[in-house]
């Protein structure tokens, strides 16, 4: 730990989380032993509804700038943004040595640096399962696991006092798109001992097995033989193994495929010039070629599942997309199923879909659109089982997720006291017998918009939500501060306020009261500046116009100091 806040015995490991645990998202996860630190990952959370504007939430990297000499590389699991997310983020604030990735994670943050033109702000580093990194103290390596994404690891740490387990994102798949997870190794770190468990909790409270993708794949291509008009298929882009399904269908059923979303094409091009996306050169068409193809043998796979209100889906829906629109008949697919938050804007697309004239086909019992790359609460017992681990730390997962597989590994004959539900920030320490919970490291969030990082507050965000509530009064005065008198009428503009047209009388009163309360400020006062100026009026006027209208606009005084 920092020489300036001890928390750590010299002979102890701290492993803690600068993002990841109570939420879903941001996953940065970090273990550290006296000169050394090794980061797991370095995701971004999209932001919730109230961050008006903001386009990503990435965690505080305080400790790390502060101690950047000790950081040996950053490991990733796997490709998706809430583990990938932050990194160009990460790099603009500090030095890291090294980024270590599988082959598609690598494709995929090497196109991601290079939008942020930070290609030469890190060596990316390409490992397999069968690589093994050794520093001073500790040594890294690897074991396949089975995801929504292919070149899914989980990551093991030997340290000193002994070996400590990240999952990463996984489910046991017995039937994978893909090479099946190395469940020989797993139970191999078993049997050799684990310290401690970092295990994925996002599907703690699914009281089964994961449904297989490749039973997602077989009722696909059902779907796409009983459907004899255009099919669209929005899902996550990031969702490699879905969109290989959905290309074999497309194939099986002689359709061609148009791709809509920035991101999906980014993806797709990672993919198929790695090899994860298999098909005939002449599948993939442009949107430009639509109109040469008999509409029954096109398929549209899209962005915007989750009823994002800029992605490609929901731009079709609203009928603002520029190449494409809804022809009566078409059936669109969802491929994935709402984050909670998202239901209502999922719902939304839906409504507009059918009433544009599709049929519309959601994940359900009957029609398995869907499946999910996190296990469910058998797969975690079978994880703990075959680990066996002495310590147990929930991670990637809301409060409750983290509390209910605390259970599950009890349920498995651990006892409650040797497993731990922390906060981002605070400091497991681990020594050969003993788990405690050492302390905090400074932890929090971070809010990115746009190229600036940090630089929205509480104050913004507030200002914002006021705005998108109320709407904005501006009032515009000539004074003269000498004369202590307001030379003409004031000027009143209003955003998302009130409609001038409507509101005559309203304006005239404002206007009126304004100018009362501005000559009654000037004589009250021997000498009054500006902004003392302003921030009484801004104060009367808010409480004249709650009175009248029960509404809180922002107010903004703009006064003219007219000398002559």
């Known amino acids: 730990m920092n020489n300036k806040n001890e928390i750590l015995k010299h002979y102890e490991v701290g492993v803690f989380a600068l993002g990841g645990l109570g939420e879903i998202g941001k996953n940065t996860y970090c273990i550290e032993y006296k000169n050394e630190i090794i980061i797991i990952d370095a995701g971004v959370k999209f932001p919730e509804s109230h961050l008006l504007g903001i386009d990503y939430v990435i965690p505080d990297y305080q400790y790390l700038i502060e101690n950047q000499n000790k950081i040996k590389g950053l490991f990733i699991t796997h490709g998706h943004e809430d583990h990938i997310g932050g990194i160009p983020f990460l790099l603009k604030q500090l030095k890291i040595p090294k980024i ?43 074991f396949r696991t089975n995801h929504s994404i292919p070149d899914s690891f989980g990551v093991s740490v030997k340290t000193p006092q002994g070996m400590i387990v990240h999952t990463g994102d996984f489910k046991f798949d017995f039937t994978p798109i893909g090479p099946i997870a190395d469940f020989g190794k797993i139970a191999k770190l078993g049997e050799r001992g684990v310290l401690c468990l970092l295990s994925d909790s996002t599907n703690s409270e699914l009281p089964e097995f994961t449904m297989s993708e490749r039973k997602v794949g077989e009722s696909m291509k059902d779907i796409f033989r009983k459907i004899n008009n255009r099919i669209i298929v929005a899902t996550f882009a990031s969702n490699i193994h879905r969109i290989q399904q959905i290309v074999e ?41 639509l109109k040469y193809i008999d509409e029954k043998q096109v398929t549209i796979l899209c962005t915007g599942s989750q009823g994002e209100p800029l992605a490609a889906l929901s731009r079709i829906a609203n009928g603002t997309h520029r190449q494409i629109s809804i022809i009566p008949g078409d059936t669109v697919i969802f491929s994935s199923s ?71 590994a009890v349920q498995c004959g651990m006892k409650s006291e040797n497993t731990h539900v922390l906060d981002n920030g605070q400091v497991l320490a681990l020594s ?33 939500k006021i705005l998108s509530n109320d709407g904005m009064l501006v009032t515009v005065i000539n004074v003269n501060l000498q004369k202590k008198k307001v030379l003409k009428t004031p000027y009143i503009v209003s955003r998302g306020f009130v409609y001038f047209k409507d509101s005559q009388e309203l304006v005239r009163e404002i206007q009126e009261v304004t100018v009362n309360h501005t000559h009654h400020l000037l004589k009250k006062h021997n000498k009054m500046s500006i902004n003392q100026l302003k921030n009484e009026l801004t104060d009367y006027l808010a409480t004249f116009v709650y009175d009248k209208v029960q509404r809180k606009p922002m107010i903004i005084p703009v006064i003219m100091n007219i000398k002559q």
């Open 100 to 142: 270590y990735a599988g082959r598609l994670a690598e494709g995929l943050i090497k196109k991601k640096l290079e939008e942020h033109r930070l290609t030469k702000a890190s060596e990316i580093v390409i490992f397999d399962d069968n690589d093994i990194y050794t520093f001073e103290h500790m040594s890294i390596s690897f």
């Open 249 to 289: 269908a497309s194939v099986a059923t002689n359709r061609k495929i148009a791709i809509f979303g920035r991101s999906m094409e980014n993806t797709l091009n990672v993919g198929r010039g790695l090899g994860y996306i298999k098909c005939p050169d002449d599948t993939f068409i442009t949107w430009n070629q």
């Open 338 to 408: 709402p984050i909670p938050g998202n239901a209502s804007s999922v719902g939304r697309t839906i409504n507009r879909l059918f009433r544009a004239g599709a049929d519309v086909i959601t994940h359900s019992p009957l029609t398995d659109t869907h499946t999910s790359g996190h296990a469910g609460a058998e797969e975690l017992k079978l994880m703990l089982q075959l680990i066996k681990p002495k310590f147990f730390m929930p991670i990637h997962g809301e409060y409750r997720m983290l509390k209910i597989h605390t259970e599950l």
């Open 432 to 464: 050969k017998n003993n788990a405690r919970v050492a302390g905090n490291v400074p932890s929090g969030t971070v809010l990115v918009d746009g190229s600036g990082i940090g630089d929205i507050g509480n104050v913004v965000i507030r200002d914002r």
